[in-house]
């Protein structure tokens, strides 16, 4: 079984930062493709960032050049390290990795923006 754990969410002011990280006990990440989603209530989940296992890695828009995706060198891990928070990025973000044809998810970690 694959079994994701996030952590590192939280209360933050607008304008603070917070880095999310989500650990398999496998380095799962290191060859497979990984993204963080994020849900608010009422919202749809949407996909924030996700990385390749060649190490592509892309970004929603509204997240493009406050937020970074990475991995640590074992693969064991894949990081979101979030700058400039806003109200907006207040969500429940949850890790995701296809593996064996499929998704597979962490059970989420809340991030909370005051303004």
């Known amino acids: 079984q694959v079994q994701l754990e996030e952590s590192g969410g939280g209360l933050v002011q607008a304008g603070g930062s917070l880095r999310l990280s989500c650990t398999s006990s496998?380095?799962?990440?290191?060859?497979?493709?990984a993204a963080w989603y994020r849900q608010a209530p009422g919202r749809q989940r949407e996909l924030v960032a996700a990385?390749?296992?060649?190490?592509?890695?892309q970004y929603a828009d509204s997240v493009q050049g406050r937020f970074t995706i990475s991995r640590d060198r074992a693969g064991n891990t894949v990081n979101l390290q979030m700058s400039s928070l806003t109200p907006e990025d207040t969500a429940t973000y949850y890790c995701?990795?296809?593996?064996?044809?499929?998704?597979?998810w962490g059970k989420g970690t809340l991030v909370t923006v005051s303004s």
């Open positions: 496998t380095n799962i990440f290191s060859t497979n493709y």
């Open positions: 990385i390749r296992g060649g190490g592509t890695t």
């Open positions: 995701s990795v296809y593996y064996w044809g499929r998704d597979h």
